[in-house]
Structures are given as structure tokens and as C-alpha cells.
T-cell receptor, first 114, second 120 residues
């Protein structure tokens, strides 16, 4: 029952450093997503991938890049980390992108940029 | 753009009692989906219940039920026989029916969340 798996769970970065958050799902889902959650707020969409080979910007894409490596994996990269990117990051997936498909979330990755 | 509002930052309930969490949303769409997610201290996002806007019948999942009022754009969550394990942050979320390439495709819009405390 792995579902959506994210690594790492915790990371501390210095301003200007780069890093990649990895995500994999084993549910044979077509669509995958990256969200961020800031204190006192709900989740906001960073990028999504409707299907293998496609990616699109979400609500807050600035400062991030993504790669849909294959159907299972969707990574999020911070090229030059900034303190404003301190957040909890969630990867998620769904069978399809249409609204009727429930989105399933990973356990989150806590990122602190100092 | 759709917005979701949860007007109760915090709620509390006695174990075994019933509590209702409120959610309102704003949309011009007629077909959409609504969700309640639970987020315990572990931060895992757990789907509690979902409602399809075209269905008039309120969704129910064991002790969890919703009161969906489409005209009023209201979607409240009722938790019956509350248990200590129900303590968590609860998020209401909206999702358009969407279509590939559309601006709302894939986007789940969340409310600010309600922290639920369960007292023994």
C-alpha cells in the first residue's frame, strides 16, 4: 500500500542552493501534481502533469521546475532556493485530471531554507 | 476563479458528541466536485468524503456526512460520535469538472482549514 511516496521527508537548505524533491506513485495514475502548504493556509498547486510527457504551471510556479520522468515519477526542482520557499511540499496523483478523479497525496516533505 | 472559505479557524467537541464544520465556496460553474480532507499532525492529507455537485443526495461515509446546499454554495461536514482520532486540521476543497488544457484542469482549490480538537 505505498501509494504516493516522496523523498526526502525533511531538508534544510541554504539560500541559493538547489535541490530536487522526488515523487513516485504505484497506482498507475496518469496525472501527478506538486503542491505547497504554508502555515495557516491550504495547499496551493505549483505544477501538474496531466499525463506522461506533459507538464503545466499551476497557481504558484515561480522558482520551480518539474520533470515527468515516466508515468510513475514526477520530480520538483528548486534551482536557487529562497527563504520564501520554506514550506511543506506535497506530491499527489490521480487517475486522470478531470474533476471526478480523486487526488491522493503523499506524506509531505518539510523544506526549510535559511 | 473559484474560492473556498472556512470561517471557523478552530472547533472543539467532546468525545462521542457531534460537530459540524462549515465551508462555503464561490463558483460560476454548474458541475464540480467538493471534498473534505483530514490532515492529522503527521501532515498526511487523507480524503474523508467527496460530493458530486450534480448529485442531490448528500454523501455519507460511516460517521462522516455532508450537508450540500448547492444554491447556497455551502458544503458542511458533520462528524458523529466523535473520536479522539478525529482530532486534526480539516480542509474543504473544490475541484472543477475540468478538461485537458483548460485553466482549471487538475486544480484543487482549498479553504484555509479548521483545527478540530476532541476532548475526552
Amino acid at each position: 500500500n505505498a501509494g504516493v511516496t516522496q523523498t526526502p521527508k525533511f531538508q534544510v537548505l541554504k539560500t541559493g542552493q538547489s535541490m530536487t524533491l522526488q515523487c513516485a506513485q504505484d497506482m498507475n495514475h496518469n496525472s501527478m501534481y506538486w503542491y505547497r502548504q504554508d502555515p495557516g493556509m491550504g495547499l496551493r498547486l505549483i505544477y501538474y502533469s496531466a499525463s506522461e510527457g506533459t507538464t503545466d504551471k499551476g497557481e504558484v510556479p515561480n522558482g520551480y521546475n518539474v520533470s515527468r520522468l515516466n508515468k510513475r515519477e514526477f520530480s520538483l526542482r528548486l534551482e536557487s532556493a529562497a527563504p520564501s520557499q520554506t514550506s511543506v511540499y506535497f506530491c499527489a496523483s490521480s487517475l486522470g485530471g478531470a474533476g471526478g478523479n480523486t487526488i491522493y497525496f503523499g506524506e509531505g516533505s518539510w523544506l526549510t531554507v535559511v | 476563479a473559484q474560492t473556498v472559505t472556512q470561517s471557523q479557524p478552530e472547533m472543539s467537541v467532546q468525545e462521542a458528541e457531534t460537530v459540524t464544520l462549515s465551508c462555503t465556496y464561490d463558483t460560476s460553474e454548474s458541475d464540480y466536485y467538493l471534498f473534505w480532507y483530514k490532515q492529522p499532525p503527521s501532515r498526511q492529507m487523507i480524503l474523508v468524503i467527496r460530493q458530486e455537485a450534480y448529485k442531490q443526495q448528500n454523501a455519507t461515509e460511516n460517521r462522516f456526512s455532508v450537508n450540500f446546499q448547492k444554491a447556497a454554495k455551502s458544503f458542511s461536514l458533520k462528524i458523529s460520535d466523535s473520536q479522539l482520532g478525529d482530532a486534526a486540521m480539516y480542509f474543504c476543497a473544490y475541484r472543477s469538472r475540468g478538461s485537458a488544457g483548460g485553466t482549471s484542469y487538475g486544480k484543487l482549490t482549498f479553504g484555509q482549514g479548521t483545527i478540530l480538537t476532541v476532548h475526552p
